[in-house]
C-alpha cells in the first residue's frame, strides 16, 4: 500500500524511491528508470529525480560500469560474457569497450580460471582441450584467451606450429 505522502507525480517522492533501490546495491540509470516506470511513477519525475542523482553524485554510470566489470571478473567471466550482460543493461558499445579497457588482463584471467577448474597440468587429449575450451567459452572468453590460457602462444618462439613452416 502507498503512503498518501507518496505521489507518483512528483520528483522527490521518485528521488525516495530511487535512494531506496540504490540503498540495496548500485544501477545503472536505465536499469534505476526501468525499475521506477515499474512501479509507477511518471517519465517526468523520473527524469528530473535521475539528474538530481547525478548532479549529487549517487548515480554514475561510469562507476557502475567500473564495479559490473571488476566484480564480474572477480567471479572468472570473460570480456565477452561481460560485454554481452553490460548491452543488456542499455550500455553502448564504446561505454563497454571503455570499461572492458580498464578491467583486468583478461588473457591471465583465463588462465586462472582453467588451472582452478581443470588443475594445473595442460589438457593432454583432443577431448579434453574441447572439454576446457567450451568451459572457457561459456565463461566469455576469447579464442586466443583460451589458446593462451592452454599454452598455445601463436607468438611464442616455441609454437609447434613454426615446425610445419620449416
Keep these: 500500500m502507498t503512503r498518501s505522502s507518496d505521489h507518483k507525480d512528483q520528483p522527490e517522492s521518485a528521488r525516495r524511491a530511487a535512494l531506496l533501490l540504490l540503498g540495496r ?11 521506477l516506470l515499474a512501479k509507477g511513477y511518471l517519465e517526468e519525475a523520473i527524469g528530473a529525480a535521475i539528474e538530481a542523482l547525478r548532479l549529487e553524485r549517487l548515480l554514475d554510470d561510469g562507476r557502475f560500469l567500473e564495479n559490473f566489470v571488476r566484480a564480474h571478473a572477480a567471479r572468472g567471466q570473460g570480456p565477452a560474457r561481460i560485454r554481452q ?3 543488456a543493461r542499455g550500455f553502448g558499445e564504446s561505454q563497454i569497450a571503455e570499461a572492458l579497457a580498464g578491467g583486468p588482463d583478461f588473457a591471465a584471467l583465463c588462465r586462472e580460471v582453467r ?5 594445473a597440468k595442460a589438457p593432454g587429449s583432443w577431448a579434453e582441450k574441447g572439454k576446457q575450451a567450451r568451459f572457457l567459452q561459456y565463461r566469455g572468453f576469447s579464442s586466443d584467451h583460451i589458446r593462451l590460457a592452454m599454452g598455445q602462444d601463436p607468438d611464442s618462439a616455441d609454437n609447434p606450429a613454426d615446425d610445419f613452416l620449416d
Design 25 to 35: 546495491r548500485d544501477f545503472s540509470s536505465a536499469e534505476l528508470r526501468s525499475k
Design 115 to 119: 588451472r582452478r577448474r581443470f588443475g
Design 85 to 87: 550482460e553490460l548491452m
